[in-house]
């Protein structure tokens, strides 16, 4: 099946640094990707959708100065969280759609932030 | 709006029991059914999924039905092993380019 990589899989900061995570589809192009936000224990919070070429369209309640996505070619969507606080600690999954398929999204390994 | 409603976990159960995890969807018009995995510190992965109505999604021994009537997707696998422990996420796919509506998952630990 598609193959969708992100990294990095784990990264620790210090309050108050920018993290960059970057999400890769790379057997396929995908027009759409979609961040989403896992708590422990939780299911996922869709954060926003990244359509290639245009603005992010953010959920209610994500903070689109602090999550800053771009999706600047059909393969790379990047996620920065800004001036990280410990509550931003969580797993981020991206996910993208394949362009010539409906309905099955593939997912990355997932990155798990910690900050300090 | 869509929403997926899934039993609440935790389940644990022994080695070679039968698993059931229930899940009902709310959507309008005829969504796509999916069910996720993911295994302790790693991302989802799609175990399974259905596109229409009476249509039976299945992998690694787990199977799905796509039950219109009854909106509902139940998981099932006949003999569970160490190696099934793991949260599994019910999901639906309105249509065309929308975002998957999750459940809120199901930990499934089994026990040898």
């Known amino acids: 099946g598609a193959v969708v990589s992100q990294h990095p899989s784990r990264v620790i900061c210090k309050s108050g640094t920018s993290v960059k995570i970057e999400c890769r589809s790379l057997?396929?192009?995908?027009?759409?990707m979609f961040w989403y936000r896992q708590f422990p224990k939780q299911s996922l919070m869709l954060m926003a959708t990244?359509?290639?070429?245009?603005?992010?369209?953010?959920e209610q309640g994500v903070e689109k100065d602090k999550f800053l996505i771009n999706h600047a070619s059909l393969t790379l969507s990047t996620l920065t969280v800004t001036s990280a606080h410990p509550e931003d600690s969580s797993f981020y999954i991206c996910?993208?759609?394949?362009?010539?398929?409906?309905?099955?999204?593939?997912f990355g390994e997932g990155s798990r932030l910690t900050v300090l | 709006g869509d929403s997926v409603t899934q039993m609440e976990g935790p389940v644990t159960l022994s080695e070679e029991a039968f698993l059931t995890i229930n899940c009902t969807y709310t959507?309008?018009?005829?969504?796509?059914l999916f069910w996720y995995v993911q295994y302790p510190g790693e991302g989802l992965q799609l175990l399974l999924k259905?596109?229409?109505?009476?249509d039976k999604g299945s992998n690694k021994g787990f199977e799905a039905t796509y039950r219109k009537e009854t909106t509902s997707f139940h998981l099932e696998k006949g003999s569970v092993q160490v190696s099934d422990s793991a949260v599994y996420f019910c999901?639906?796919?309105?249509?065309?380019?929308?975002?998957?509506?999750f459940g809120k998952g199901t930990r499934l630990s089994v026990i040898a």
């Open positions: 996910s993208a759609r394949d362009k010539a398929a409906t309905g099955e999204l593939f």
């Open positions: 057997d396929f192009q995908a027009t759409t």
């Open positions: 990244s359509n290639e070429g245009s603005k992010a369209t953010y």
């Open positions: 959507a309008t018009g005829y969504p796509s």
């Open positions: 259905a596109t229409k109505a009476d």
């Open positions: 999901a639906l796919s309105p249509s065309g380019n929308t975002p998957l509506v």
